[in-house]
């Protein structure tokens, strides 16, 4: 799980996750009170999948979502 925390006055310390579940990468959001838009739009749902290239924007910042799968022995 991947958190977005942001520190502002009347912020929520948390305001979204990113969690991996077999169907997917699905951003949640952790309360309403935080506007956050997937791709220019504005998330109609407290959980969204996400895929790459998905540009995920809140609190002024623009981020874009994209993952690797790993094949192979981490380094020993």
Do not use: C
């Amino acid at each position: 799980m991947a958190t977005v925390r942001l520190k502002r006055w009347f912020a929520p310390e948390t305001a979204a996750s990113i969690h991996h579940r077999e169907d997917g990468y699905f951003l949640a959001a952790a309360g309403m009170k935080t506007k956050i838009r997937i791709n220019g739009t504005e998330m109609a749902d407290a959980q969204q999948k996400l895929k790459a290239g998905d540009v995920i924007e809140l609190a002024g910042i623009t981020a874009t979502f994209g993952y690797e799968v790993f094949h192979g022995e981490l380094n020993k």
